[in-house]
């Protein structure tokens, strides 16, 4: 399998492509990374340093990468944070080529906002540049509960609104949706649950919730969910692997007393899912 994936860089931690690309490798997935920053560290720290990229370099990158002939060989293109508008064009015009040439190629869009505890935190421009040019040519989408709202114009606080939203959002394009994180009134805060939706079913796997805000968490979650889902086109077992390794990532990371993930430290995780919470199917 080939992913080209259009994300950020950063040469400290481990967010955008410097979250997905490695548990992509120890899978067994050749990718073709791009980047649009590349900075020091994410963020989230409140200084760093380093460049944005142009979004007219960054379509150089892939415009040199179509001249390699490999287009074609692309199995999926994913992308997650996107900081302008320009970067969105670039994303699309990149899905329009990839599929070109190969007409089975997916497109996987991790699009990002913001969460329930901070709100949106994108450029203002952003969230319409998703619901009106990005998300309607996704094959795949992986908000969580909070972009799932933002980006339908709903408030998904149950089981059955949550999946009301998914069905909103699969008129707009993507047949599959992954919902990273749902959070119901009716369970206990000790727990979180991740939700997968295509056209055989919806199905939903609930684990303990860990008391650590990990970024790039989210990143690796869209990267393997797509993976798993290309290569087997069962949203079930894609979610019950992928769900594995997070965890296993996240609980890693908790008992480590780090920031940042311990991404390679967990290796074995992504090669291996212990696959040790139940998927149960809700539709």
């Not at 989408?141 to 999946?163: A, H, K």
Request: net charge negative.
């Amino acid at each position: 399998m080939k992913i080209l994936s259009i994300q950020s860089a950063v040469a400290y931690g481990h967010v955008g492509n410097s979250a997905a690309v490695f548990p992509l490798q120890r899978i067994g997935v050749e990718v073709l990374p791009v980047y649009t920053v590349n900075f020091s560290n994410h963020t989230g720290y409140g200084a760093w340093r380093g460049p944005l990229i142009a979004p007219d370099e960054v379509r150089e990158v892939i415009t040199g990468i179509e001249e390699r002939g490999v287009l074609g060989q692309i199995d999926a293109v994913l992308s997650g944070y996107q900081g302008s508008e320009g970067i969105g064009d670039v994303v699309v015009d990149a899905v329009t080529r990839v599929k070109a040439a190969n007409p089975n190629a997916v497109y996987a869009c991790d699009p990002v906002m913001g969460n329930v505890t901070s709100g949106c935190f994108v450029a203002p421009a952003i969230p319409d540049l998703l619901r009106e040019r990005v998300v309607p040519v996704a094959d795949i989408i992986t908000p969580n509960q909070f972009e799932l709202g933002y980006l339908t114009g709903t408030e998904p606080d149950t089981l059955e609104s949550t999946l009301e939203s998914v069905d909103a959002a699969r008129t707009m394009g993507p047949r599959t949706v992954l919902v990273t994180s749902v959070e119901r009134p009716d369970h206990s805060e000790d727990t979180i649950e991740m939700l997968a939706v295509d056209d055989a079913g919806a199905w939903i796997v609930r684990t303990p919730r860990l008391p650590l805000k990990a970024n790039g968490s989210g990143d690796v979650t869209a990267a393997l969910f797509t993976a798993h889902y290309v290569a087997s086109g069962d949203a079930a077992a894609a979610l019950r692997k992928t769900v594995s390794s997070v965890y296993d990532l996240l609980d890693r990371t908790l008992q480590s007393g780090e920031r940042e993930l311990q991404l390679v430290e967990s290796q074995e995780y992504y090669a291996n899912p212990r696959e040790q919470f139940a998927v149960t199917q809700v539709r």
